[in-house]
């Protein structure tokens, strides 16, 4: 029965990600943008929320972009999750988003840009996402309020690219110099795009103490242009890690932009197709996995599952 249920499983799931790949393009999710003040700290954080087509108490998933982004990047993610039943958060920085490069002239940009990638600016990232929560808390008590009752705050997932990542990582369990931690522990669950170890840290004592699932995804040729971010740096997360439920994807010839909507300036590489098939595949089961409990798509991920949507030269392990 648990082999025909596996079965099952995994020909439902490949439907719906061949369909939803499909019809991304004609059925937009509905999505709300808001801004949220954070009283305490005098700041305004502008959001995305996606809705999925369900009105239940589903789970919600936050996401941080990347250095000089905004909360309407990474669509193909927040369309694809919430066709699948999630309400994703996508979380907007002032100080490292797109308002850093925008006004500048063109040659200034690069430049404006490594500035805001500062302690100041990661800081600020890690209270937002904590503020953010606590704005959704008291959306979910409010009779008054169109979300009143429609998250599930007890199943929370995290995610993030590249200083989105660096976020992520900061709020579900990495530790700082001097045992320092900005981990919120409502946060259930995480899947960080092109995670990184710290340079004033070894990666044994960043991660070792990390008690919730991860997820980690990066590429074969995942640079960063700006904070030094080598693909050495990234593939040293994982081994640090304690065991159980951890894992990672290694796409092979991936770029730093593979995770993102579309290519950056200065790839080298023709982007494959495939790399968004895998990670819309493995976030979604990854998502099913830890925050709906569902034993078929954790059989999936854990056993043969990844192998039938990975290419030959992908990396793939778990622990």
């Given at each position: 029965?648990?082999?025909?249920n596996?079965?099952?499983y ?10 939803s790949?499909?019809i991304s393009?004609?059925?937009?999710a509905?999505?709300h ?10 700041r ?7 809705l ?36 994703c ?17 063109i040659?200034?940009?690069m430049k404006a840009?490594?500035e805001?990638a ?8 890690v209270?937002?996402?904590s ?29 993030g690219?590249s ?18 931690s900005?981990t ?20 044994k ?12 995804m ?5 640079v ?7 693909v050495?740096?990234r ?17 092979y ?20 197709p ?11 089961a990854f ?13 999936w991920?854990?056993g ?12 793939w392990?778990?622990?």
């Amino acid at each position: 029965m648990k082999t025909l249920n596996l079965v099952k499983y995994f020909f439902f799931f490949l439907f719906t990600i061949l369909f939803s790949l499909k019809i991304s393009a004609q059925n937009k999710a509905e999505w709300h943008d808001v801004t949220i003040k954070d009283s305490v700290r005098h700041r305004l954080i502008p959001i995305r929320i996606y809705l999925p087509a369900e009105n239940s108490h589903v789970p919600v998933v936050l996401f941080s972009h990347g250095l000089g982004g905004s909360r309407e990047g990474s669509m193909f993610l927040a369309e694809h999750w919430a066709a699948h039943g999630y309400i994703c958060i996508f979380v907007q920085h002032p100080g490292s988003d797109d308002s850093v490069w925008k006004e500048k002239p063109i040659l200034q940009r690069m430049k404006a840009m490594r500035e805001a990638a500062n302690l100041k600016n990661f800081m600020l990232r890690v209270k937002d996402i904590s503020a953010v929560i606590d704005e959704l808390e008291k959306w979910n008590k409010n009779k008054e309020h169109p979300l009143y009752n429609r998250m599930d705050l007890t199943k929370i997932g995290m995610s993030g690219h590249s200083f989105g990542a660096v976020t992520t990582q900061a709020v579900s369990g990495q530790t700082f110099q001097s045992g320092i931690s900005f981990t919120d522990t409502r946060i259930k669950a995480a899947v960080m795009f092109s995670p990184s170890s710290p340079k004033n840290l070894t990666p044994k004592k960043s991660f070792s103490n990390v008690k919730i699932p991860w997820m980690l995804m990066t590429g074969t040729n995942d640079v960063a242009v700006i904070g030094d971010q080598d693909v050495k740096s990234r593939l040293e997360v994982f081994p640090a890690l304690p065991p159980k439920d951890k894992y990672e994807v290694v796409l092979y010839k991936a770029e730093h932009s593979a995770f993102t909507d579309r290519a950056l300036p200065g790839d080298k590489e023709k982007r494959n197709p495939n790399h968004h098939k895998v990670i819309l595949a493995l976030s979604v089961a990854f998502w099913d996995s830890y925050l709906r409990n569902d034993a078929n798509a954790k059989l999936w991920l854990d056993g043969d599952g990844p192998y039938t949507i990975l290419e030959k030269e992908d990396g793939w392990q778990k622990k």
